[in-house]
Structures are given as structure tokens and as C-alpha cells.
């Protein structure tokens, strides 16, 4: 298995609802990370995790929660995010904190609107 | 501060002309610089990195440190090269970040 799966592709939720994004790669990697993606933008850095553990947050509000139980599966929970939350939210992994040497691997991404 | 400017966002080409998308940097120390690309409806993916110097789908880049440039180019462009192109920087000083520019919107018209 080459490839990094996110689910779910599409979420809807209300500013009171508690919900988690899941990401998951077999490819044996080390580091994983989340980015936000609004649209016509560039991704956005907000986690990353090497050796499943927090390496780099990016000043990201509260309301979003990462985890990363295990090498293979990351999560991403989410409890009272604000309508500008909503955007693509993208996963992604590679080898070892990220060098020339270890190329970022993207999952297709989770579209989150916030109502 | 690292900062990756793609002055235009969009290009648009006809079918067998050159195509150069433009990509500058700011970055002290040696920057590591990628070429990311996401047709429509797919994932994001790695198109080119300077430090292979290789050719992938046509495509060349080289990293020009005096004009801290690493423009991406290829001499006859086809349809399916239509797809944002993203340049992104990474480096010693920056961690496992990558800073990506605003995007150039490629469409190649028959």
C-alpha cells in the first residue's frame, strides 16, 4: 500500500459538534503531518509528528486536538471550530521530518464546512 | 524569514510551446526546493526536487542561488500538463516546514 487514505472526503458539522478527521499510510513512515488547504490557497503547516510524537504545532487554536495513537494512524479532532474553519484539511507523510530526501506523500484530503 | 513568491497565478499556453513558471525565494541558508503539482480532482503531489537534478514528465527545474530562483520549465507543453503548481522551500533553519508559494494555474489550450 503506497498511498495515504483520509476519511472522511466530505464532513458537515456545527459549531457545538465534536467530530475527528482519521489518517492513516501502511508505507512504514515516520512523520506525519496535517495541513488546512482554503481554496485557490496553498496548504497551510499545522501539525506534524515524528516517531508519533508532537514535533511541531503551528500556533494551531485549541479547538483542534491531534493525535497519533500509533505509527501507521493519525487523528485530527475537531470541537467548537467557528465557520472560517471549514477548508480541506490534508494529510500527509514521509519517511522522516521532511529533507530533500524524503518526499511528502498527500492524502486526497477531508472537506470540512462548518455551518 | 523564508518567503516563496510565484508572481503568476495563472498561465495559460497553446499545446507544443514552451512553458516557464516562475518561482523566487527568500530563505538565509541553504533552502531545499520542490516542485508540487495538483491536476484536477487529485491529490497533491511531488513533481520535482533540485536536489535530483532529474526530468520528470518533461519537466526541468534548476536552482539558481544568484537570482534565488528555481523556475520550472518544459520545452513543449501538452494538454494534460494543465494543473496547479505549487514551489515550496524547505532548509536546515526551518525545521521540517515547508513554506509552499500561492500557486500557478497552468491550462494548456489545444
Known amino acids: 500500500d503506497t498511498e495515504v487514505t483520509q476519511t472522511p472526503k466530505h464532513l458537515v ?13 501502511h508505507m512504514g513512515h515516520r512523520a506525519m503531518y496535517w495541513y ?14 515524528s516517531y508519533e510524537k ?11 486536538s491531534p493525535e497519533c495513537p500509533n505509527s501507521s494512524l493519525l487523528n485530527l479532532h475537531l470541537h467548537a471550530l467557528q465557520p472560517e ?22 492524502g486526497p484530503g477531508t472537506r470540512l464546512t462548518v455551518l | 524569514a523564508q518567503r516563496v513568491t510565484q508572481p503568476e497565478k495563472l498561465l495559460s499556453v497553446f499545446k507544443g510551446a514552451p512553458v516557464e513558471l516562475k518561482c523566487n525565494y ?3 541558508g541553504s533552502p531545499e526546493l520542490f516542485w508540487y503539482v495538483q491536476y484536477s480532482r487529485q491529490r497533491l503531489q511531488l513533481l520535482l526536487r533540485h536536489i535530483s537534478r532529474e526530468s520528470i514528465k518533461g519537466f526541468t527545474a534548476d536552482l539558481n542561488k544568484g537570482e534565488t ?5 518544459k520545452p513543449f507543453a501538452q494538454e494534460e500538463d494543465s494543473a496547479m503548481y505549487y514551489c515550496a522551500l524547505s ?3 526551518s525545521g521540517s516546514r515547508l513554506t509552499f508559494g500561492e500557486g500557478t494555474q497552468l491550462t494548456v489550450n489545444p
Do not use: W
Open chain 1, 13 to 25: 458539522m456545527g459549531m457545538t459538534n465534536k467530530k475527528s478527521l482519521k489518517c492513516e499510510q
Open chain 1, 36 to 49: 488546512k488547504q482554503k481554496a485557490k490557497k496553498p496548504p497551510e503547516l499545522m501539525f506534524v509528528y
Open chain 1, 54 to 64: 508532537l514535533s511541531i504545532n503551528e500556533s494551531v487554536p485549541s479547538r483542534f
Open chain 1, 85 to 106: 474553519d471549514s477548508a480541506l484539511y490534508l494529510c500527509a507523510s514521509s519517511k522522516r521530518l521532511a529533507s530533500s530526501y524524503n518526499e511528502q506523500f498527500f
Open chain 2, 26 to 28: 527568500s530563505y538565509s
Open chain 2, 69 to 73: 530562483s528555481f523556475h520550472l520549465k
Open chain 2, 91 to 93: 532548509g536546515e533553519t
